[in-house]
């Protein structure tokens, strides 16, 4: 009669609960005829695996996410495995094999088609809506009338096809649904009200024209699209979202705890326009939490390119990585109600609801040195100050002398300092044995349990000074780390740039004789800060780096320029210092970088050097017969200091001070202490 023809849903109401029923079933049908001619067919006997149901459509007020509320409500997760509220774009088009349940709605329509992969979840599910009355937020009670279906309409089944292709995401997109609990959801929203409530946001806030906007850590300024370094604002409440804050380092979708937040608040209808974040003004890794209701979020590459949409539902995370951060666009289109255009049909359509989005990035004290160079301020600025150098790249300027865009820093570093240290390993850490008395006193002093990290460690010459601290080591030759594991500690290969550590998690750090292999002062400015990422509150780091002044005034030579070829190679200056002392020539490795050879045992001329390595080669047992090979030269990378230049790099920093700054045989010397998360 009605997909109601089976009176065990009927018996236990009344014959007026009975007729009412009926009455609503009748009329859900009638609106399913409008909408769809005879591409649905209502069944008139049997249970089947489709749903309508009446007063539960967009236009009277309901969201998807209702809609699973209530049928949780009434029948008990137990009985029906739905899909997540959250899915992800990509999983709309479910396989059959799941058991769930899909949910359809349309534009302007008052009824919502529901499918599952077992007519007993069916069953349920009809059994606990028939007759059921819901409340809408502004307090309206309307009944639900559900009715049976043989089929779902053409338009909605292509959409659960087996061979509907996954939509693709922008390169370096993560999606994580139910990144929170929905207490941890309400939590958030109730701390935004009370905060939109109070004089002072209502004094203080942004009220833009699309949006709402409220700021911790730093204040964004959108005149500029930068951010108020100079002044920090309240920061970033850790109560409230530090759980989440250390969750997003352990994803990977930061590599440091984020310093700034920006809340949005969304009224139905709103949209933010298509921008990319400022490249100068924010690291890798935008994370977008959303709360409240569902947005589709358009991403776009370049005007004749298709735009591709990503469903925000609440509780998930959305980070921008790599080239989605850098190269894609991203906005929100202002209207009512959204849908799904990378699907060709109108079944995924819904009615917008107010949303919360809690933005976490990471604010950068550096120039950007991303490889989008067309999309980058901080690039496109370097090219018009430097009309003469085509591609200009902040990491192209490195020493005097060698601004060659073929090779920018990163390249300049693998080809001089990483390669180099693989080949000449073995020989390296044969010379590396005594502690210098500074660095042990440093570690002697940190309290027993400590963390102790050390950041290039080398051959692990520090690791084992002190035995009750937990010590680690990493450095980015792996063929040292191999030495270090052979010696029984605990390290790993890793880049000074993007440390594998969690923030805040090391009591102490030790960097020796590494950052003046860095080779543009940006780069050097970058390790500083991810050593600091790690210290937790009032940790402190000790960082050596080679000196250009040699022989200070007034004071005798360092050892450096006092040792002979005899002597074994000195404790303190150049932990890549060279067990040779004579004058070299170019050699074939260095004559394709314009830099200079430094003649070692000699005082530094310029800053920028190439130090040559003479690895010798010692002859098997069974060898010793046979001529010995002629030594083999290798160059590497150094940036040398001058005085206060160290200090200056770590100045920019905001959130450590500095202790302690001295010279140590030719070593400029810095202790650091975090002072601020």
């Known amino acids: 009669m009605s997909g109601l023809s089976d009176a065990v849903h ?56 209702d809609i699973r509320r209530e049928i949780q409500t009434g029948t008990g997760k137990l009985y029906v495995p739905l899909l997540p509220i959250n899915r992800s774009i990509d999983s709309l088009a479910h396989s059959n094999h799941t058991a769930g349940v899909d949910i359809f709605l349309f534009a302007d329509e008052p009824f919502a088609l529901l499918q599952s992969c077992c007519t007993a979840h069916v069953e349920v599910i009809f059994q606990a809506l028939i007759n059921r009355i819901v409340e809408l937020g502004n307090g309206q009670r309307l009944p639900w009338y559900p009715v049976y279906l043989l089929n779902l309409p053409h338009c909605v089944s292509s959409t659960s096809s087996h061979e509907m292709t996954d939509t693709k995401h922008p390169p370096g997109l993560k999606y994580l649904s139910e990144f929170i609990t929905e207490e941890k959801e309400a939590e958030l929203i109730r701390f935004v009200e009370e905060l939109m409530a109070s004089e002072e946001t209502k004094s203080s806030g942004d009220f833009l024209k699309n949006r709402t906007t409220l700021h911790f850590g730093y204040q964004f300024r959108y005149g500029k699209n930068d951010l108020d370094l100079d002044t920090p604002i309240r920061p970033i409440p850790g109560e409230l979202c530090g759980d989440i804050l250390q969750k997003l380092v352990e994803c990977g979708c930061v590599t440091r705890i984020p310093d700034q937040l920006t809340v949005n608040i969304y009224e139905p209808g709103q949209g933010i326009p298509p921008h990319v974040d400022t490249h100068s003004v924010f690291e890798d890794g935008i994370c977008s939490l959303s709360l409240g209701g569902a947005v589709v979020m358009d991403f776009s590459s370049g005007a004749e390119d298709p735009v591709l949409q990503v469903l925000l539902e609440p509780r998930s995370l959305l980070a921008m990585l ?90 300049l570093e693998d080809e001089y300092v990483y390669q180099v ?68 500690f605990q390290v790993v290969v890793s880049d000074i740039l993007a440390l594998p550590f969690r923030a805040g998690s090391c009591d102490g750090v030790i960097c020796i004789a590494v950052i003046h292999h860095l080779s543009s002062e940006e780069r050097r400015v970058q390790a500083i800060q991810e050593i600091v990422r790690l210290l937790r509150l009032g940790g402190r780091a000790l960082i050596y780096v080679w000196a250009m002044e040699q022989q200070r005034k007034d004071q005798k030579k360092s050892t450096y320029l006092k040792k002979t070829r005899h002597k074994e190679p000195s404790p303190h200056l150049n932990d890549g210092g060279d067990p040779s002392t004579s004058d070299l020539p170019f050699s074939a490795a260095a004559s394709s970088c314009p830099l200079p050879v430094h003649v070692n045992r000699t005082e530094f001329k310029q800053q920028d050097v190439l130090v040559p390595w003479h690895l010798k080669n010692v002859p098997s047992s069974a060898d010793k017969e046979k001529p010995a090979e002629p030594e083999k030269v290798f160059h590497r990378f150094y940036h040398v200091f001058r005085e206060g230049e160290l200090r200056q790099c770590c100045e920019r920093l905001a959130d450590v001070r500095v202790v302690l700054e001295y010279y140590d045989e030719g070593n400029w010397c810095i202790v650091l202490e975090k002072t601020a998360i």
């Open 10 to 65: 009927l018996k236990a109401f009344s014959h007026s609960e009975r007729r009412k029923c009926l009455k609503g079933a009748m009329k859900t049908m009638k609106q399913l005829k409008n909408k769809f001619q005879n591409d649905v067919c209502i069944s008139e006997t049997a249970v089947t695996t489709f749903l309508a149901i009446g007063n539960a459509g967009l236009s009277c007020g309901f969201s998807e996410s």
């Open 322 to 411: 790599g080239e989605s951060r850098y190269a894609w666009t991203h906005g929100i289109v202002p209207r009512a109600t959204d849908s799904l255009a990378n699907f060709s049909t109108t079944g995924q359509t819904w009615r917008r609801l107010r949303r919360i989005s809690f933005t976490f990035r990471c604010a950068k004290k550096t120039p950007c040195e991303c490889d989008y160079r067309e999309h980058c301020d901080s690039q496109r600025a370097l090219i018009q100050t430097n009309p003469g150098i085509p591609n200009a790249h902040p990491g192209d300027f490195v020493a005097e002398g060698c601004r060659d865009p073929k090779k920018p820093a990163s390249s």
């Open 421 to 488: 240290y693989e080949r000449i390993a073995p020989h390296f850490s044969e010379t590396r044995h005594k502690a210098w008395p500074q660095i042990a006193k440093f570690v002697a002093a940190l309290a027993p349990g400590s963390v102790l990290l050390d950041v290039g460690c080398g051959n692990g010459k520090y690791l084992g000074l002190n035995d009750s601290l937990i010590q680690i080591g990493c450095d980015r030759s792996s063929n040292l780390i191999s030495i270090c594991q052979a010696r029984g």
